[in-house]
């Protein structure tokens, strides 16, 4: 099993101008797959939490569109948080990785690129279940 938790960061193009900003991104150019689905998240409460999952096979790359939200990583053996809260910047979740999105800014907007059409064959909702799958 790999050890290495690091975290790629996704920086999208932002163009600002006298009226206001504008941020783009072009499948497998910017975001680093073909992307097959998109769903946002909002309407949480201050300080609420999604996700406690790993994917089998989809990766996704979450952005906060509006708003922040602390996206939390785990292997298995290791495990990294990351702040988000600029609308161009984003991070992977690679397949097999447990996560959690937290700390929610009640204004929140999450934007999430994934790689596979939604099959919730390819979750694992049970902590212990992954700690089995990955070894
Ligand atoms: P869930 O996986 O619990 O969300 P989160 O990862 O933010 O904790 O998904 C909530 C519900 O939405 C669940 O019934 C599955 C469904 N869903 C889809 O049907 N398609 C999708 O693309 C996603 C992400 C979720």
Do not use: T
């Not at 600002?16 to 150019?29: P, T």
């Not at 998109?38 to 309407?43: E, M």
């Not at 990766?59 to 509006?66: A, D, R, S």
């Not at 910047?89 to 800014?105: A, D, P, Q, Y």
Request: charged share 30%; hydrophobic share 40%.
């Amino acid at each position: 099993m790999e050890n290495k938790l690091s975290i790629e960061k996704i920086s999208l193009p932002l163009i600002k101008d006298n009226r206001g900003f504008l941020v783009f991104a072009e499948s497998e150019k910017h975001i680093p797959f073909k992307i097959k689905r998109v769903f946002y998240i909002g309407g949480v409460e201050k300080d609420g939490c999604r996700g406690f999952h790993a994917n089998k096979k989809n990766k996704n790359i979450l952005f906060c569109i509006q708003g922040s939200a602390v996206i939390k990583f785990d292997n298995g053996k290791e495990k990294v948080e990351i702040f988000l809260n600029e609308p161009n910047m984003g991070v992977l979740i690679n397949n097999k990785i447990w996560h959690s999105m937290e700390n929610f800014s009640k204004d929140l907007i999450m934007l999430v690129f994934s790689s596979e059409f939604y099959d919730e064959s390819d979750y694992i909702r049970d902590y212990k279940e992954y700690i089995k799958y990955i070894k």
